[in-house]
């Protein structure tokens, strides 16, 4: 009995198929030549600028005089503020303006101290408003007077300089105020404070608004 072997024949690809097989190809190598490629990206830039930044100044100014920096800490001198052959109880008052000079608004407190051998025997007012003076030498009566309210009365002054007006006193911008200040020589002023003198200053100590 013969055997009959059976032979597969192998079909050949339909058209469509060797088409869709060349499109793949393609498509492989055009995004591989792609991938290598260059591109340009686009850019912009904006910029924005401030306006001008400065600093503001702290300036107290007393009796009209030290404005600027250049006098920051300065002194002036009120030559009238003075009274020779002085007894017990006799007093003078003056008055000056305290003004901010400056840009911003500021506070101040007062200290003060004293030289010479009728320190000890003298007291100070600190008052506002303005002064006045009356009676005379010959009679022994002089006093010296302040028309506002006192901000510290009858200090004593030494060598060291202390607080005379410790609460803080705000001045605007442009703003002035007068302050008074009587020198009396205490009525009770020792005997041995005959033929001495003395001389006092006052400082006026200013800080921004909002300092401590």
């Known amino acids: 009995m013969s055997s009959h072997r059976r032979t597969r024949t192998r079909r050949p690809r339909s058209g469509r198929l060797r088409a869709v097989a060349s499109l793949g190809a ?15 990206f686009w850019t912009d830039q904006a910029t924005v600028t401030t306006g001008s930044f400065s600093s503001g100044t702290l300036d107290i100014t007393l009796n009209g005089q030290l404005a600027g920096a250049a006098n920051n800490g300065g002194t002036t001198t009120l030559p009238s503020f003075a009274l020779s052959n002085m007894v017990p109880g006799e007093s003078q008052a003056i008055a000056f303006p305290v003004a901010n000079n400056g840009s911003v608004g500021l506070t101040y407190t007062v200290n003060g101290s004293a030289t010479g051998g009728l320190a000890p025997g003298m007291q100070f007012t600190v008052a506002t408003g303005t002064a006045g003076n ?33 609460t803080a006193r705000s ?14 020589l205490d009525p009770q002023a020792a005997n041995d404070l005959q033929g001495k003198t003395m001389t006092a200053s006052l400082i006026f100590n200013a800080k921004q608004v909002g300092a401590p």
Not at 27 to 39: H, Y
């Open 171 to 184: 001045l605007a911008v442009a703003a002035q105020e007068s302050i008074c200040v009587i020198a009396r």
């Open 26 to 40: 393609v498509g492989f190598l055009a995004l591989g030549l792609g991938a290598q490629g260059t591109f340009a």
């Open 134 to 166: 009356t009676g005379t030498a010959a009679n022994g009566n002089r006093t010296g007077t302040c028309s506002g309210g006192n901000l510290a009365s009858n200090q004593v002054l030494n060598g060291t300089p202390s607080s005379v007006v410790g």
